[in-house]
């Protein structure tokens, strides 16, 4: 049973940084791809990064290029997101998601099967 667990989320400025972890568990992830979500009120689930765990290939949003990077340490099984030049937003719950496989990095929420409790974001002005 695929477990994750993220944490690290709290209050920061705008233009603070801030970096999040994912712990899994379960399984032995060589064939995964691991990504980040992010859902604010009101709005759908959003892709925001996604690494391929055997080989640190990542790919990131458009929205968050240049200010979040994805990376994985793969001898504590931890999934991180490092988030700096936070802008100001509405509160949004970041999720640390997992799906077999490593062909292509999916973007689509739907893609993957396992997903944490997930840990929340307040960028404050």
């Known amino acids: 049973q695929v477990q994750l667990v993220e944490s690290g989320g709290g209050l920061v400025q705008t233009g603070g940084s801030l970096r999040l972890s994912c712990a899994a568990s379960?399984?032995?992830?060589?064939?995964?791809?691991m990504g980040w979500f992010r859902k604010a009120p009101g709005k759908e689930r959003e892709f925001v990064a996604a690494i391929e765990w055997i080989n640190g290939i990542a790919n990131d949003a458009d929205s968050v290029k240049g200010r979040f990077t994805i990376s994985r340490d793969t001898g504590k099984n931890t999934l991180y997101l490092h988030i700096r030049s936070l802008k100001p937003a509405a509160p949004a719950v970041y999720y640390c998601?997992?799906?077999?496989?490593?062909?292509?990095?999916?973007?689509?929420?739907?893609?993957?099967?396992?997903w944490g409790q997930g840990t929340q974001v307040t960028v404050s002005s």
């Open positions: 998601a997992a799906t077999a496989g490593t062909s292509v990095i999916y973007t689509s929420s739907r893609r993957y099967a396992y």
């Open positions: 379960g399984r032995t992830f060589s064939s995964y791809t």
